[in-house]
């Protein structure tokens, strides 16, 4: 039986900064448009449902995380991995409870996702949160996951870019605004850095068991290449917010934070020393989401 300790490795931590990332920039965004159509803000809202966007994001990305723990054990692509801890591929607990425990999650961020759209009262985003929990399954779930596929990255970038970023501020604010939009592109290429490192480093353990992800399709150089633009480019989308709120190049002090996982990847590090590149740039992301909704707070 997995130990407590043994779950919340399962659950990945190291992946949760695309989680609070997305819901940090959206609800600075938000507060941006609030204060420049010099429309009043209700603190007391403003926090309460920021709250509950996050419970959704970290809920599907625990859940989606346990999912992909459970299908790949059970297809055994988790077999030879060298990554962080898997409780299906290591035997630590039975699949069936892996999977209920997939579900478990996805079924909370439904439930939070719930109680947001009543709140905000934008009950079509409903089918939005249907896709998503959709697409936390089927990325290594079901008969054809697209993960499988090289479409992984995609979907993060839609899911935890432009409907997580744009989804927070519409729901705080009932309005789509250029700057959340800027700002979910950027946490998107972010999130997808997370993920590209992850199958940077199991490139031969997927060709071998059959997972064409993105990383297998495009080859180790193309993919170390594609790391680094996904790494960098975010902080050249905050320029054109800059213009009208200047204080958002705070986000610029999250940059000597990319040096170390770029530097790591591009020197040709494989297998364990990817690992640590993980976290950094998870800490990337979630350090440089922090720095710019604070600019954007001002």
């Known amino acids: 039986m997995a130990t407590v300790a043994q779950w919340i490795e399962g659950a990945r931590p190291r992946t949760w900064p695309a989680a609070v990332a997305p819901v940090a920039a959206g609800t600075g965004a938000a507060v941006l ?4 159509t010099q429309t009043g803000i209700d603190v007391g809202q403003l926090l309460l449902r920021s709250v509950l966007a996050l419970l959704v994001a970290l809920s599907l990305q625990i859940g989606v995380n346990y999912a992909n723990d459970y299908s790949d054990g059970v297809r055994g692509t988790d077999d030879d991995r060298v990554g962080p801890f898997r409780l299906t591929g290591s035997g630590a607990a039975k699949p069936a409870t892996v999977k209920a425990a997939a579900f478990a999650a996805l079924g909370a961020g439904g439930v939070f996702g719930l109680v947001l759209i009543a709140l905000a009262g934008i009950w079509w985003t409903l089918a939005v949160g249907a896709a998503a929990i959709a697409a936390a399954w089927f990325y290594t779930g079901g008969k054809k996951p697209y993960g499988y596929l090289g479409l992984g990255e995609l979907f993060v970038f839609v899911f935890f870019g432009l409907v997580a970023v744009n989804g927070t501020a519409y729901a705080i604010t009932d309005r789509f605004t250029w700057p959340a939009l800027l700002l979910s592109i950027a946490i998107g290429l972010l999130a997808c850095a997370i993920m590209l490192t992850n199958n940077l480093r199991d490139i031969p353990t997927d ?3 059959g997972k064409h992800t993105l990383a297998v399709r495009l080859g180790d150089r193309r993919t170390r290449r594609l790391f680094t633009a996904m790494t960098l480019l975010p902080f050249a989308l905050l320029v054109p917010i800059a213009i009208v709120h200047w204080p958002v190049l705070l986000g610029f002090g999250a940059l000597p934070l990319a040096i170390g996982p770029v530097r790591r990847v591009l020197s040709g ?3 364990h020393d990817l690992i640590p590149v993980l976290g950094s740039t998870g ?4 350090v440089y989401a922090l720095l710019l909704t ?4 001002l």
């Open 33 to 36: 448009d609030l204060r420049l």
């Open 207 to 209: 060709a071998a068991s």
């Open 269 to 271: 590090a494989t297998g």
């Open 283 to 286: 800490r990337l992301e979630l």
């Open 294 to 297: 604070v600019g954007l707070i």
